[in-house]
């Protein structure tokens, strides 16, 4: 879809409230969060990249009206990247299709220095448009972090389909979301021991340990500042999952902090 001055569509944000998301035929997996309210994480973003052998579901953030951040072990590779904005089901019809615009990406870039094996600089930023997009209210940039923005032991939300093996018959229909608590080094040491504060990498759990199967490979860790509507964008689910999901222990991310002077290059 190009730049489409349908995308003011005024008028609709209560309708958006109201309807009923396409099975994905998920019956296997529960992704334990709760369903969100549409618009409610306006900056959550569908990627959806092709590889040789198939299609890989992933999240990411809109961080700009042209510009969306994901993890790069979702386009690496890849010979398309699709990205859809407000994207509360996972599936589009035709009760859901005309409050989500699809866009092919133009082009991405991988942080340099990725490493798929040890997921250090797991960071990537699609441009999915030469304009900005005029966007209706219920789609909205997500802020990125100052580079000493302090956040240990915060209350953060994490929000997903619950895409295991990035398959769409694993995930929730809805878009759902999770409270997860910022752990200190020392703490996510205990789970992955090479973490540490200057590899860009940092963990998050649930409270009491619970599974959080919401967050997929490249889902956004975002808070709040006091005071402030928009959610400043602090993390993006790159490794863990799978343990995180089935015995609560702790996920990693990638830090934005520490990426993002380079994030910003690709923004003026």
Same mark, same amino acid.
């Not at 001055?5 to 997996?29: Q, R």
């Given at each position: 879809?190009? @730049?489409? $001055?349908?995308?003011? @569509?005024?008028?609709?944000?209560?309708?958006?409230? /109201?309807? !009923?998301?396409?099975? +994905?035929?998920? +019956?296997?997996?529960?992704?334990?969060?709760?369903? +969100?309210r549409n618009g409610q994480f306006p900056h959550h973003v569908l990627v959806v990249s092709t590889f040789s052998e198939g299609k890989r579901y992933c999240s990411g953030a809109l961080v700009s009206r042209k510009h969306v951040v994901t993890v790069a072990q979702c386009v690496e590779g890849s010979s398309k990247v699709e990205v859809t904005l407000g994207a509360q089901c996972l599936l589009a019809d035709s009760s859901s299709n005309k409050f989500r615009y699809t866009f092919t990406a133009l082009e991405h870039f991988v942080k340099e220095g990725y490493n798929s094996d040890t997921f250090e600089n797991d960071v990537a930023i699609i441009r999915? #448009? $030469?304009e900005d997009v005029r966007l209706p209210p219920w789609i909205k940039p997500v802020a990125l972090p100052t580079a000493d923005e302090q956040y240990v032991h915060d209350e953060v939300y994490s929000s997903g389909y619950g895409l295991l093996n990035y398959q769409t018959t694993n995930a929730a229909d809805y878009l759902e979301f999770? +409270?997860? *608590?910022?752990?200190?080094?020392?703490? /996510?040491?205990?789970? %992955?021991? %090479?973490?540490?504060?200057? #590899? =860009? *990498?940092?963990?998050?759990? *649930?409270? !009491?340990? !619970?599974?959080?199967?919401?967050? $997929?490979? =490249?889902?956004?860790?975002v808070f709040k500042r006091e005071g402030y509507k928009q959610y400043t964008l602090l993390g993006l689910t790159s490794f863990g999952q799978k343990f995180a999901c089935q015995f609560g222990n702790a996920g990693a991310l990638q830090e934005v902090r520490n990426h993002v002077e380079w994030l910003q290059s690709f923004l003026v």
């Open positions: 879809m190009q @730049i489409l $001055d349908v995308l003011l @569509i005024f008028g609709l944000v209560a309708s958006v409230a /109201c309807y !009923e998301c396409k099975s +994905t035929g998920n +019956t296997n997996v529960t992704a334990n969060g709760e369903q +969100t999915f #448009t $030469d999770t +409270t997860l *608590r910022v752990l200190s080094y020392e703490q /996510c040491q205990q789970e %992955f021991e %090479f973490v540490t504060p200057e #590899t =860009g *990498r940092f963990c998050a759990q *649930r409270d !009491e340990e !619970e599974p959080n199967c919401v967050s $997929d490979v =490249g889902s956004p860790l």
